[in-house]
């Protein structure tokens, strides 16, 4: 195995302030991730990566994600053929969260349901109280 690129997390100031990654993984071992395209800045997909996947990521210069219900690591593109290339990769304050901006390979679809992305419906609130949802794409 690979040693960890990655920082040991320190105090809240080299946390926040500082120059290494430190990420902050949950008790399952995994952070959120959330990819967003380079162009349009739409979030294409919400996924989890645990240790592997982010330091994959990172080496090769596409997403790597963790299947949380296959329990086993991804690289995004092998199976669908929606490569994503990393553009760029950010950390949220306090490195509990990873963002991709990435470019989308093949025809830019990244939702298995096969749409551009996975956020393709709209919550809105019914006269009634209730949450109904809208299509977008």
Known sequence: MTASPFA????????????LLAPKFDRDGLIVCITTEKTSGD?????????????LTLETGVAHYWSRSRNALWRKGDTSGQVQSVVEMRTDCDQDAIQLVVEAGGDGKACHTGRRSCFYRKVESAADGSARLTFRE
Do not use: T
């Open 8 to 19: 040991p997390r320190g105090d809240k100031n080299a946390i926040e302030e500082g120059a």
């Open 43 to 55: 979030i294409l997909m919400v996924a989890y990566m645990n240790e592997e996947a982010l330091r």
